[in-house]
């Protein structure tokens, strides 16, 4: 569209709404267009939202892959010993009756 025809748009818009209406109606038209551009926006940013979340988790899963570690294992720390078992097998295990014998034995001897 030329500036010829741009013209001749407004003439005949003044034409038929007037003098006085054609601000109101600049007015109408500019608010619909904000409104529009601003829903537009909140899309744009809701859907950019849900794409980085996804990102996000897909991350963290990736990170959880590469460091599957039982809880109950224990973590070796450079410079420390090993860490020994705290299980004690059928012939370890010692009652407390025991205990209290070998102390009065060694009491008495």
């Known amino acids: 569209m030329g500036g010829g025809e741009i ?3 407004m003439v005949v818009v003044l034409l038929l709404f007037g003098g006085k ?3 109101e109606l600049a007015r109408g038209l500019g608010k619909g267009i904000r409104e529009f551009k601003d829903a537009s926006e909140g899309v744009k ?3 950019h939202r849900n794409i980085n979340a996804v990102d996000i988790e897909e991350e963290i899963k990736e990170q959880e892959k590469e460091v599957e570690v039982p ?3 224990p973590v070796p720390v450079e410079g420390t010993a090993p ?3 705290t299980t004690t097998t059928a012939e370890e295990k010692v009652t407390e009756e ?3 014998d070998t102390k009065s ?3 008495h001897s």
Do not use: C, F, N
């Open 7 to 9: 013209a001749l748009i």
């Open 21 to 23: 209406k054609l601000p």
């Open 45 to 47: 940013r809701e859907i």
């Open 71 to 73: 809880i109950d294992a």
């Open 83 to 85: 860490i020994q078992s």
């Open 98 to 100: 025991e205990v209290v």
């Open 105 to 107: 034995k060694e009491t």
